[in-house]
């Protein structure tokens, strides 16, 4: 079992910053890939990015990509999204997942709660 608990959410106007932190526990080696989804109300869960653990690798999808970043902090266990420039429509709940990688959220076996992160214009 792995136990991802995810924190830093909140509301910040257009243009802010945020930066968004998922703690791992357990078998996390089973897992070798880390991600961060988001879910705006009334919207499908959508993959903002991820992360190879060994190799620190990332991949992000076209609507964030140049805005915000993974990383990882190994020592800690701890897997990051930095978010800048943020827009209204970056609004939504961002959980994060731990599992075997790809970009549909089926591929992931385990889940953090998620955390709010509202953007005001």
């Known amino acids: 079992q792995v136990q991802l608990a995810e924190s830093g959410g909140g509301l910040v106007q257009a243009g802010g910053t945020l930066r968004l932190s998922c703690a791992a526990s357990?078998?996390?080696?089973?897992?070798?890939?880390r991600a961060w989804f988001r879910q705006a109300p009334g919207k499908e869960r959508e993959l903002v990015g991820n992360i190879n653990w060994r190799l620190g690798n990332t991949y992000y999808e076209d609507p964030i990509k140049g805005r915000f970043t993974m990383s990882r902090d190994i020592g800690k266990n701890t897997v990051y999204l930095q978010l800048n420039t943020l827009k209204p429509e970056d609004t939504a709940v961002y959980s994060c997942?731990?599992?075997?990688?790809?970009?549909?959220?089926?591929?992931?076996?385990?889940w953090g709660q998620g955390t709010q992160v509202t953007v005001s214009s």
């Open positions: 357990g078998r996390t080696c089973a897992t070798p890939v």
């Open positions: 997942a731990a599992g075997s990688g790809g970009t549909s959220p089926g591929q992931y076996e385990y």
